[in-house]
């Protein structure tokens, strides 16, 4: 069992930045973590993932180029640095992790509860 735990999430004016955490509440090192968001009335949208070495990473079509996952494995955390922010990218943003898939499709196995991120114009 992996428990994630998202913070960082906040109210950012358009243009800005803000750096998303995922904290695991035990040992992930093997895991591919991911993350999405989901906006109101909207369905769950791929943001980015990153294998468990570090070594690849993907990213959503609406984000490349502003946004970047990284991962620290010595203290089970990942990050989402997010720059360029418009008001499009309000959501709520979950991180996810599983053991034997790292990809767009929402197959994760283990997912938190969320931090809102909300943009202003």
């Known amino acids: 069992q992996v428990q994630l735990v998202e913070s960082g999430g906040g109210l950012v004016q358009a243009g800005g930045s803000l750096r998303l955490s995922c904290t695991a509440l035990?040992?992930?090192?093997?895991?591919?973590m991911g993350w999405f968001r989901q906006a109101p009335g909207k369905e769950r949208e791929f943001v980015a993932a990153i294998t468990w070495s570090g070594g690849s990473s993907y990213d959503g079509d609406s984000v490349k180029g502003r946004f970047t996952i990284s991962r620290v494995n010595a203290k089970n955390m990942v990050y989402l640095q997010m720059n360029s922010l418009n008001p499009e990218d309000t959501a709520v943003y979950y991180c996810?992790?599983?053991?034997?898939?790292?990809?767009?499709?929402?197959?994760?196995?283990?997912w938190g509860q969320g931090t809102q991120v909300t943009v202003s114009s």
């Open positions: 035990r040992t992930y090192r093997s895991y591919c």
């Open positions: 996810a992790a599983d053991l034997n898939y790292c990809g767009p499709g929402a197959d994760y196995s283990y």
